[in-house]
């Protein structure tokens, strides 16, 4: 089985916390970082099996990854085997569908960021709390560079990103450690952890990599009243369907994710939402998109989900074949959470986003290539992905700012397009870190 203990709880579970600070710092004294990494920090890194269950949940849980220029400023010059996290997420920012660099945060465009320090907790005074004590322990052997504060949204709307979307239902199980739910991927403990079983790069890593995991950083700024305005523009009015101009909204917005606010998917509500099937973990999941009883890699049906949908195009489910777990190899674990306010009265009342909100963006995987940048770049980004002309993913897609068309939103008509002159998620950067296994951090990293 895993190694748990030594496996960083961010990586298969999550801080599951309300309040998540993201810390990118540079390394300023090499030697002494690492010896206060091994006296200060290992001491308070959170493990899996410590995440597993509320007792057991430190106050404030934190994880620690670093970025290739990390690496490299702690003298750890192996290289891990993915070229995307050598080469730094910047170098990716045109391939990866961003207008070049003019959107990114400037700290993710200079060359400084050499580790993220994830803290979490319930409160922002216990974030706060632990942040004071790790600067002053950390003192002048590292430069703080950027951070960001994520908070989950308040009352009924927590777990819920800035859209609206319940969000965090569909995570992969990993084989021998987490029983699936109906309709959840299981994947090999390889496709997530580096050097385990199903690892595509197993003979090219070096020792000290293994149990560890790529994490991929993205602020992704969400532009939520200008998404509503679009939804209600562009209102579904299918004369079958007799909807008002904000059901044909709300069924529209349903359609682009693939599932309601509530979590319930269209595959299985396909008209209107169903918050009791969006709130049951034992069905919210189960479904493939193929007609019951069939295996079939060539569906042509897109009434009950589009193909274009976000959860359709980063998870394609039997439109690749079944069982998914062998036909699909790009999967990845999502951790990420909200921030920036709610929207003001104003925001909403002019349509227009004032003050920045979005998604702090997370996912591990073994392979960068494989995980993040496939489902964004060869998925997401493909309008031919995943039956011919689908269009874009009208979530997540990006073409260098252009106009995208993205097809077959109207239940009623599969040749129905629309056109998005805007993103409504607007990358602003980030970087590719790898997430060591704690024994790593106590030796390699901290000697
Ligand atoms: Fe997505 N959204 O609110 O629309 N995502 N996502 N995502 N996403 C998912 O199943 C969203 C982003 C995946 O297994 C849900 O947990 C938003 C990136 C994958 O069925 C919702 C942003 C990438 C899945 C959203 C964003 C992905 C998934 C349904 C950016 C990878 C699981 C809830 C601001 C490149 C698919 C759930 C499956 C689900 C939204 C980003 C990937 C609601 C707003 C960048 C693999």
Known sequence: GLNLT?????????????????????????????????????????????????????????????????????????????????????????????????????????????????????????????????????????????????????????????????????????????????????????????????????????SWAQDGSFLVFRQLKQLVPEFNKYLLDNSIQAPSLQLTVQQGADLLGARMVG??????????????????????PSRNNDFTFAPTGQNTSSLTDQTLCPFSSHIRKTRPRADLGLPENKSNTHHVVRGGIPYGPEQSDDEISSETTQTERGLAFVCYQSSIAAGFQFLQRTWANNPNFVHGSTGFDPIIGASAGASRAVNGLDPTSSASSLTMTTDFVVSRGGEYFFSPSISALATVLST
């Open 259 to 280: 599932r309601w606010k509530s979590g319930a998917p269209t595959y299985l509500a396909p008209l209107a939402d169903d918050p009791q099937l969006g709130s049951d």
């Open 6 to 206: 030594n496996i960083q709880g961010d990586i298969l579970i999550g801080m599951k916390k309300k309040k998540e600070l993201f810390f990118f710092f540079g390394i300023a004294d090499a030697t002494a970082f690492k010896s206060n990494l091994k006296t200060h920090i290992l001491p308070l890194v959170t493990n899996t099996p410590e995440l597993l269950s509320v007792s057991t949940q430190p106050v404030t849980a934190l994880n620690i990854a670093f970025s290739k220029k990390g690496l490299d400023a702690l003298g750890v010059t192996d290289g891990l085997g993915d070229t995307p996290f050598a080469n730094g997420q910047l170098a990716s920012a045109s391939a990866l569908g961003d207008p070049g660099t003019t959107n990114w945060v400037p700290q993710f465009t200079s060359t400084g960021i050499h580790g993220v320090i994830l803290l979490a907790s319930d409160t922002l005074d216990n974030i706060n709390d632990s942040l004071t004590t790790l600067k002053s322990n950390l003192g002048s052997s590292i430069t703080e560079i950027y951070s960001l504060q994520g908070a989950a949204r308040p009352g009924a709307e927590e777990g819920h990103e800035h859209f609206g979307y319940l969000d965090g239902i569909s995570n992969p199980a990993v084989q021998g450690f987490q029983s699936p739910l109906p309709g959840q991927a299981v994947v090999q403990p390889g496709e997530i952890l580096v050097g385990e079983a199903g690892d595509p790069s197993l003979k090219s890593r070096p």
